[in-house]
């Protein structure tokens, strides 16, 4: 992940979950996301938005 934007489907492929989960994680409030401007107003979603819910739901052998 570098620091450019994420598109829904970047996200959804690298969680492996469908693109209807990436946008409930978004409207929950675990992603932090924009409305790109332009023609159609994509979602994109914050590389650092991303990292830090992978961090908090990651669980150690010890924390088992």
């Not at 996200?11 to 790109?36: C, D, F, M, N, P």
């Not at 159609?40 to 991303?50: C, E």
């Amino acid at each position: 992940m570098d620091q450019q934007l994420m598109t829904i489907a970047e996200v959804e492929q690298y969680l492996q979950v469908s693109r209807w989960s990436v946008k409930r994680l978004i409207e929950a409030g675990h992603l932090e996301a924009t409305k790109a401007d332009g023609r159609n107003g994509a979602v994109r979603i914050y590389p650092a938005s991303l990292r830090a819910y992978v961090e908090s739901h990651t669980v150690t052998a010890k924390e088992e």
